[in-house]
């Protein structure tokens, strides 16, 4: 045990450990949540960089906590399987480190659990420490249900969720080393952004894939992450007993990504019941592999019933499509979905008669990569016309063409994600 614990917590002994691990732009948020003195729960798919945010919290800790009150525990090690659906090993483990570390209990202890959703009832565990110890704890998981269920009514009003995603563009930028923080900057690096946009629309954000310039190997990484998420996570958790079908349905599913959801259709052409088609995308949903949003309708109920538009989480993961050409068309809409939704989940599409691929509160996005095509254009500004109302902006979304018209904005990919950092 005591070989685990040091493995997890090089700190103890090494101050500097995490020096080289890359900052990500969410720090500064998750530093604020980390004073208040509910669990801090971060929550996102599987290699986003969960863990990395975790130690660079600790990296900053360490500037005003002793480094043996910071306590660092990844639950997905082998060690503990056998150990899984017996919550009351999380105080063996516990004990362990007081043991071992002889942290000053006196002072506060910086708990972090890894990946907490593998053990069985961890809720009941971490809620008994948190109303009776000194301990902030900060947790995270894979799941959005994690905090959702019976993890709700024993945590209530006792979490504070931070969603972690992959990189984000402008942290794609940092990551090249390629200055973009001001309208100067923006300027006299355009050539170099102009090819990272190229880049990051195509292999998206995760680090692995960024961080290597080999393809072959970029696509072999999506795809071991795509399948750990469905082997390790969905198929366990829901005792899938066919692997293959999720795992056939997911390549389906991103094929078509960006198109509205037929589970008839689909259940005809991959022969799987419709119902389970749809049980086994929520589970995608859940596990955030996609994300689904709803046709706007000014009746709640309506809206929730709708047919579902499907999104990809990470663009990358468009290049694991089932005989999929390079469609950089749906790649600009995907992308600008995730930004979108990032800010806004209660974003909807509309689809009566003419359409609009995305609304929010008070605007309306259409995207197209290309408006050369004046029958594309004429299409894009007659769903304006038919649904914009006067408090409504509208924004036509390009590769590459900045200019207003009409009331309608037409903006690069670059200028609206530096809009909406």
């Known amino acids: 045990m005591e070989h685990i614990l040091l493995e997890d917590n090089p700190h103890w002994i090494d101050p500097t450990c995490y020096d080289s691990f890359v900052k990500r732009d969410i720090l500064k948020t998750a530093l604020e949540f980390l004073q208040a003195k509910e669990i801090l729960a971060l929550i996102g798919a599987r290699r986003v960089g969960k863990s990395t945010i975790a130690k660079l919290l600790i990296k900053e800790l360490l500037t005003t906590t002793q480094s043996k009150n910071i306590f660092f525990i990844n639950l997905e090690k082998p060690e503990f399987i056998p150990y899984k659906n017996d919550a009351t090993y999380l105080n063996t483990l516990f004990d362990e480190y007081l043991k071992v570390a002889n942290p000053d209990t006196t002072k506060k202890i910086y708990f972090f659990i890894d990946e907490v959703q593998i053990f069985q009832n961890w809720e009941i565990f971490v809620k008994s420490k948190y109303e009776n110890s000194n301990i902030k704890f900060i947790i995270t998981g894979s799941n959005s249900s994690l905090l959702t269920s019976n993890y709700a009514t024993v945590l209530t009003g006792r979490v504070l969720k931070l969603q972690i995603y992959s990189f984000s563009f402008s942290e ?81 599913v991103i094929s078509n990504a960006t198109t509205i959801l037929n589970y008839s259709s689909l259940s ?28 706007y309708h000014t009746k709640l109920t309506q809206q929730i019933k709708s047919a579902k538009k499907l999104y990809i989480t990470d663009n990358g993961f468009l290049n694991l499509g089932v005989n999929r050409s390079a469609n950089m068309g749906n790649s600009l809409e995907n992308l600008v979905f995730n930004i979108l939704y990032q ?3 209660k974003l909807t599409y509309i689809n009566d008669k003419y359409e609009i ?23 894009e500004l007659n769903s304006f016309k038919h649904f914009c109302k006067e408090q409504d902006s509208c924004k036509l979304i390009t590769y590459n063409t900045n200019e207003k018209k009409d009331n309608i904005e037409r903006i690069s990919l670059e200028r609206f994600i530096f809009s909406n950092q």
């Open 172 to 252: 794609f930028l940092t990551y090249k080393d390629i200055a973009h923080t001001t309208l100067l900057e923006q300027t006299a690096n355009k050539i170099e952004i102009a090819r990272a946009k190229d880049e990051y629309l195509k292999w998206g954000g995760y680090y692995s894939v960024i961080s290597t310039d080999n393809e072959m190997i970029k696509k072999e990484y999506l795809k071991n992450i795509a399948e750990d998420i469905i082997l390790k996570d969905i198929v366990p958790r829901y005792k899938i007993k066919n692997s293959s079908v999720i795992k056939d349905l997911f390549y389906y």
């Open 268 to 295: 005809k052409k991959l022969g799987i019941d419709a119902k389970m088609i749809k049980e086994y995308i929520g589970y995608f949903e859940d596990n955030f592999l996609v994300s689904t949003i709803s046709n």
């Open 343 to 345: 800010h806004d989940n």
């Open 357 to 379: 691929d995305f609304k929010t509160t008070n605007a309306l996005y259409q995207v197209a990569y290309t408006i050369k095509d004046e029958k594309t254009l004429k299409r």
